[in-house]
């Protein structure tokens, strides 16, 4: 069983930054793939980043491409998402996945979730 705790969440104006952290416990931390995937009332959920178990290859959906930057610290047992320059069409519930897979963007891939952060870009 592997636990996630997400945190940084919060209110932002557009153009602004924030961080996401998910903390873990109960299986080895460096053996997970870690996703982040996000979800607007009325929508499914949907892939937002991975990282792969060595923290050397990051995937992205094509709508923060460039703004988001996901990030792992296997010491701390913690993987981060830095997001930046947010827009309104960001706002959604954020949550923290793992996978015993490799990197995948499909939701069902990832059997390990958190309870979520609530993001919310003002405009």
């Known amino acids: 069983q592997v636990q996630l705790v997400e945190s940084g969440g919060g209110l932002v104006q557009a153009g602004g930054s924030l961080r996401l952290s998910c903390a873990a416990s109960?299986?080895?931390?460096?053996?997970?793939?870690l996703g982040w995937f996000r979800q607007d009332p009325g929508k499914e959920r949907e892939f937002v980043s991975s990282?792969?178990?060595?923290?050397?290859?990051?995937f992205y959906a094509d709508s923060v491409k460039g703004r988001f930057i996901i990030s792992r610290d296997n010491a701390k047992n913690t993987t981060y998402l830095q997001m930046n320059s947010l827009k309104p069409e960001d706002t959604a519930v954020y949550y923290c996945?793992?996978?015993?897979?490799?990197?995948?963007?499909?939701?069902?891939?990832?059997?390990?979730w958190g309870h979520g952060t609530q993001v919310t870009v003002s405009s």
């Open positions: 996945a793992a996978s015993l897979r490799r990197s995948s963007s499909s939701r069902d891939d990832y059997p390990y």
């Open positions: 109960g299986r080895t931390f460096s053996s997970l793939t």
């Open positions: 990282i792969s178990w060595t923290g050397r290859k990051q």
